[in-house]
């Protein structure tokens, strides 16, 4: 079994190196049209610059899983904005592009918790359906659109799981085939359980992306990752990629749900040892605080584990 470690957009042991560097709607709309295109271009260069220099970094650690920002271009699906960033940067992007394919680094996105399918309101979907493209239309400038995912939830149940469950399977008929194609769906921590996720994946053809903690945190007394697993690892299947799992560890019993600094290798322990029992080959993303240092911090501590051996930065085999 090969497991890689990955981290999430911000490389903390790098200085001043935010892939996320903003500009509000508020302050673009005080500046005056050359201000405007001026600042739009400024903050996007420093945001590519910046994941270019993390791609760099990754590669030096040997750290093969990476999300890219989904803050990389500021305003873009704004409707006040919408502007063409693909033009002036696409040198820029291009490079990213070809250095992650010349390194075999796998690359994602994760959209926030507003990008959601599951709402009664069209421009609720609408706004979805823009937000996925823009992702798309970012991977596709880099030239990554074949091989890096946009992850994200189910979305809200809004009172009625079973009536949002069916508007998700009738709203995502309006996302294009070709950005489905690159979307997997997250079990989350509060309403879509691993079950009821993976029914939604299985019956839409996407693959599931299963996070551990998330699992803990909201399953029925009946459901078991040990019997979900190889269901959620065949829907991978059609893609060519190595499932992928999300690992973090509660940051305290009080916040269970939130995040810890680092990731705590015995909360992990029981999932581990299913994956080496299966002689199952995965990418865990690390969504840590700690981001780089977490996702290090635990190759290391698994690898202090008798049988398993450290083969690269943020890799090992057991």
Known sequence: MIIRFGYVSHALALWDCSPAKSLTFTRW?????????EQLLYVTRKNLE???????????QEIHVYRLSSSIVPLATH??????????????????????????????FHP??????????????????????????????????????????????????QAATERFH??????PHNVKKRMTLENDDKTYTTTETLEICK??????????????ANKDEDEHFEDLLPEIFDTWSNVGLHPKI????????????????????EFLMPLLLFLKNHNANVDLMIEAKKKDLAAIKLCEDISKIRGVKRIGGATIEW
Do not use: C
């Not at 910046?50 to 590669?59: P, S, V």
């Not at 940067?89 to 070809?98: M, P």
């Not at 009664?120 to 659109?145: E, F, R, S, W």
């Not at 839409?204 to 803990?216: A, C, G, R």
């Open 50 to 60: 910046h994941t270019l220099r993390m791609i760099h970094y990754n590669i030096a």
């Open 112 to 161: 926030n918790q507003f990008t959601l399918f599951t709402s009664d309101k069209p421009h609720i979907t609408d706004n979805a359906v823009g937000d996925m493209q823009y992702h798309y239309d970012l991977l596709d400038a880099m030239g990554l659109a074949d091989e890096a995912i946009i992850n994200i939830h189910v979305g809200g149940a809004y009172g009625n799981k």
């Open 246 to 265: 999300h690992v973090s560890s509660p940051k305290t019993e009080k916040e269970f749900r939130s995040h810890a600094d680092y990731v705590d290798s």
């Open 79 to 108: 409707p006040e904005v919408l502007w063409d960033y693909r033009t002036p940067f696409k040198d820029l992007l291009t490079e990213i592009g070809q250095l992650v394919k010349k390194n075999k680094l796998r690359t994602s």
């Open 203 to 216: 019956k839409e053809n996407i693959p599931m992306l299963f996070d551990y903690h998330h699992y803990i």
């Open 29 to 37: 709309k005080q500046l005056d049209e050359t201000e405007r295109k």
């Open 170 to 175: 009738e709203n995502i008929k309006k996302l």
